[in-house]
Structures are given as structure tokens and as C-alpha cells.
């Protein structure tokens, strides 16, 4: 079972699993492991979509042990994180967590998700379940979007995060510059016409990002190795991406399974690739929320903690708890 919704789009997608063509597939963070929806991209409708029930009835128990990291925990290891940073003078590395949340009888996803798409209308937004991994996320950076006729391929550099309301500090604006450049670098290996936009903000729900957006026109046979060198960017992994990934995999205390891997959506126009973070792992008896942010020398263990509690709330507040 798969739903979605295109940003930007209001239309409600799925996966009619007819045929064998590509349509929808998941890469996990490390691309060792994949959910793929093969068939057409269908639309469905409000009316089909209220006579489907959604509640964590037909997922599984959560049988990992998990137990999330509290507060003390996540800000002692973030220091030593902060340690690795400056000991090797990294630009940045990405430190994410669990948030598990058990506090409930039932939850109805189909109404959850119908939340999560009102509160991100510029997000992938998306509800699956197939068999054995049941996700839902609404996220909305883009790490590629190919047009299949103009061969132009565009994508972004997206990194720093604050409440709405509060000011960009050097400690965000520095966060995101490696980014961009890393991003740019990459995309000069493939075409020597490269745009780029100035840096904006990018308003995801209560909290922003700096964006930046890179646009150029590239052979179609080498669309694969360019997703394959973006990812995992900066933005979910940090700078220099394999002792980073080291490090990622010697402190982070559990594995990021599809949380900050990418979803590949294939229409008749476009091949989308979009990161899937503001996600949650869904489990009969418990929700496994996925949170991280970026990690610079200037880093507070405090206020990224903070920040993880902000980003957390994407999934939770759009939880529908039954009796």
C-alpha cells in the first residue's frame, strides 16, 4: 500500500502493482536495502481514500528494544561528536536520533497523513506500508528532478534550521555553505552550464532552512551517478562524506534504516528524487521518529537538542490518537 501526494500538488497518488513498470521506490540511508511499488502511478480520490481503513491494527509490534536516547544521553555524545569535529576541523556532520513515542491506544494513519499533507503542502508527502516496513513522511528537499524530454536536471542545497521567527546566526549561515558548494563541485563534473540561485529561505511547517537552487542539462545515461555521488549530501551526512559516514555509524545509537535515504518517484514527465527526513517508522504498538541536524564546531549539544524536539514535531502533532 502506498499513498502520496507531489509538493505543491494536491492530488492524491498510488500504485495500482499491475505491472512490473518503475514507479515508486525507497533507498535506505546506506542504499543497501529498498521498498519499491512497481506499476502505475494512479490517482485516486478523497471518496476511495475514506473507504480504506489505516490503524496500526495491521502493522507489526515493535519487537526492536529501542528505547530512544534521553536528553543527558543525546547531549553527552553530541559533545564528543562536537570533539571529532574540531579535532579534524570538519565543515560539518549530521547526528540524528529516535524519539519514541508509545503513549497511545490507536492511532488512525489514514487521518494522520491527512494532516501531514494539510500542514506541508510543499512536501513529498507520503503513507506506505508494505508487508514489512510501514513509513509515513513529509519532507521537501529535493535531490533531483530530471525531465525526461529537456534532459534538464535541478536540485538544492538545503541546510541550517530555525523556528520561523528567529534570525539566521553564523553559526546556520556557515552550516550551509559547504553544502552548496559541495553540491555545485559535483554538478561542474557533469555540465559546465551550471545556475545558481541566491540563497532564500525555505519555510517547512514551523520551522526554516537557507536554499539554495542549481539548475543544468545533463546526458540521461548519467543521471544514476549523480543521484550516487549527491547522496548522501551534506545536509544528512556532512563534509567529507565517508569519515563522516565513520563517524555517523561509531556514535549514533541506532541504525537510520530509510530515514535520510531518498525516495525515487517515476512519472511519465519526470524522474524525482526526494530525501526522506520529517519521517516516522510506524509500529502496532509505537511510532519511531526520526530527527538529526547538522553539526558545526559552534554547535550547542543544547539547542540542537531543542532543534530535534522542533523537528519531531512534524510527525507528532499530526498523529490522530484513537481510543
Known sequence: MIYFKLPFNEGLYSVDEKSNKNAVNFYSYNSLSQINFNGDII??????????????????????????????????????????????????????????????????????????????????????????????????????????????????????????????????????KPVTSYIQNILETYSDQVQKSDTYDHISGNIKHLRTDFKTTIQPEDLDKIIQDLHPTPAVCGIPKDFCNENIRKYEKFPREFYAGYIKV?????????????????????????????ITAQSSPEKEWTETELKSEAILKNLVITS
Open 43 to 176: 490517482k485516486v480520490t478523497t471518496e476511495e481514500l475514506k473507504n480504506v481503513s489505516i490503524t496500526n491494527e495491521a502493522l507489526d509490534n515493535d519487537t526492536t528494544g529501542f528505547t530512544g536516547e534521553n536528553k543527558e544521553e543525546y547531549c553527552n555524545t553530541l559533545q564528543q561528536v562536537i570533539e571529532v569535529i574540531k579535532e579534524n576541523d570538519l565543515p560539518k556532520l549530521v547526528y540524528s536520533r529516535r524519539k519514541i513515542f508509545r503513549d497511545f491506544n490507536g492511532i488512525d494513519y489514514k487521518e494522520s497523513f491527512n494532516n501531514l499533507c494539510t500542514s506541508y503542502p510543499n512536501a513529498f508527502r507520503y503513507l506506505i506500508n508494505d508487508g514489512e516496513n510501514a513509513w509515513m513522511g513529509a519532507f521537501s528537499e529535493v535531490l533531483g528532478k530530471f525531465n525526461k524530454t529537456t534532459h534538464e536536471f535541478e536540485t538544492m542545497a538545503l541546510a541550517g534550521t530555525l523556528p520561523v521567527l528567529e534570525e539566521w546566526s553564523e553559526k546556520e549561515i556557515e552550516e550551509q
Open 266 to 294: 517515476e512519472t511519465e514527465e519526470n524522474i524525482l528524487y526526494f530525501v526522506n527526513l520529517r519521517c516516522a517508522r510506524l509500529y502496532k504498538d509505537s511510532v519511531h521518529i526520526f530527527v538529526g541536524g547538522g
